[in-house]
């Protein structure tokens, strides 16, 4: 076989465009790397799918110097120190000078017109990567990190004579992580008890955190931008401190606590700008412009294996700092979000005083030891001896196998904000935790006196949301397979500056004219597998499904209590859906 490609242009505008790139490097084994490039593009240069260059040429310059000043330390240490040095120069000249078309090329004191970028970066660390076998220095030294960086920029183009950027910037961590051995068992002795004695003896209290960390980082900016046409000098000068605080405790196996706390600070202020050891020296955060606390807890308690509950609280708190004519306000906002989740498996439930006969039976291999493990956390549980008690409980025992785990989830959310209050005012731990709907601890004003007369409206917000579903999966026979799915859903929003909004959808089966007298009905979803095992079909197929779904909703929405929409949906995804494949060399698969 042979195959011609034949290209032909015409009208192609022969003029010749060139670009390449070099580049190298060089190790002074593990001590050092210096590698560097250039590149160049003259302006016509393009690659075949595109159909014009850019128009301007274009020289880059990169140089890269990559130190380990930590080599010459003892490898025992474990210290990282890495110094990065680079350094980029990039010129761009377009082909004709702007307006015209005279050409730049081989013409002196064209930097008026040429895009120029300098920039220079110099960045380093401090880490450990091995343990000391110190007391003090493993928990010291071993733990902090440190890093910085400084960015110088220069730069210049047709409209701007000069911009200088200098950005700076010093982070410094601290982590801690206590032993997994600090608890104690204060009920141990009960562990030869009836029903209640594995659990307690087997239950611990942690009396230390599981993990400390501290994060605090300087970032100072200083912007100066000078106008070509008219001399303009433009300054921006920004200095801002991150500090942030992270606990996580685990108080017991099934009980656990995550709290952060971060602030960010403006220290753009005379006081510090010419005198930065003063924060240090004064322990002076500068102004806080915004506090964000959040705390994760979680609980999962493993006693109740057949109803495996896990349930969720997590409050989130956020303020901010608002300057408005001189003027101080803050916006704070409250959220909390309660999250239950159950997974009831009623097997598991009869298994607490019903054992199966055939319970933990196994002829050979792996199964032995897992029965025998499992037959021996069994001595302690009830065993119903009675045979009318075993007889019943056996029959229901068989048919809760085919149903699933049954899973309900309840989630409720709570959102509380107030715009343009006092900035002096602390609002109250319950309303930061979302347990209180105003940030007032007690009388008091939310509102500042200086606000009667301005302009600034002060505004408040408040949000519910209620989530529930429930769902399980019921296999009428080994190869049928049924879902069922019943959700409701509930939101509500409340402001000072805005009309009330509520929503409200839930599962529906539509009927009549308008699906108003329908009814109230899980979604479902049915599997029939296996079904290529009758008739002739095992002999063209290799599997042969069918599968139907529904999904039905009735939804709500009201504005100030009236009602203002009323929407049914029904959809059959699908009504029918038959999936199978051949079988054969090259099986097909038909959906």
Sequence with gaps: KVLVNELRMTGVKKSKEESYSIGGSINFADLMTISGDYNHKESGFHKLQQRLGTGNSDDTYNTKIKLHPNIILPVRWGIKTPVTLKYTNSIQTPKYYPGSDILTKNQSNIEDIQRRNEKISLSTSFSKSVRSPNWLMKRTIDNISLSYSAIMNNSSDSQIQEKTIEDYQISGSYTYNWGKENYFNPFKFTKDWLILGNILSQSRYYYTPDKFSSRIQFSESDKRTIQRASDAVTKTYNFNMLREFKLNHKFTKTLSSNYTWQSNSNLDLDRFKDDKWKIIKDMDPGREESMTQKFTNTYKPDFLKWLNPNITFNPTYNWKLNIIDEIQTADVESKAIFKTQLGLSIQDFIELIYTPENKGKSSRGRGRSRSSSSSNKNDKKINIQNPLARFILGKIHSLSSKIRKISPKYTYEIFHAYDNIRADLSPS???????????????????????????????????????????????????????????YANSLSKSSIASTTEHTSFSYYPLGNRGDEGFPIANWSINWSKIEKWWILDKLFKSVSL??????EQSMSYNNSILQNEDYSTSYSPIIGINSITKGRTPITLT
């Design 429 to 487: 731990y319950l309303y930061r935790l979302g347990l209180q709907k105003s940030p007032l601890a007690g009388p008091g004003e939310l509102n500042a006196p200086s606000l009667i007369n301005s302009s600034i409206v002060p505004s408040e917000e408040h949000k519910y949301k209620t989530d529930i579903s429930t769902e399980t999966t019921v296999n009428i026979i080994q190869s049928v397979s049924t879902s069922l799915k019943f959700k």
């Design 547 to 552: 599968s139907h779904g529904f999904n039905g």
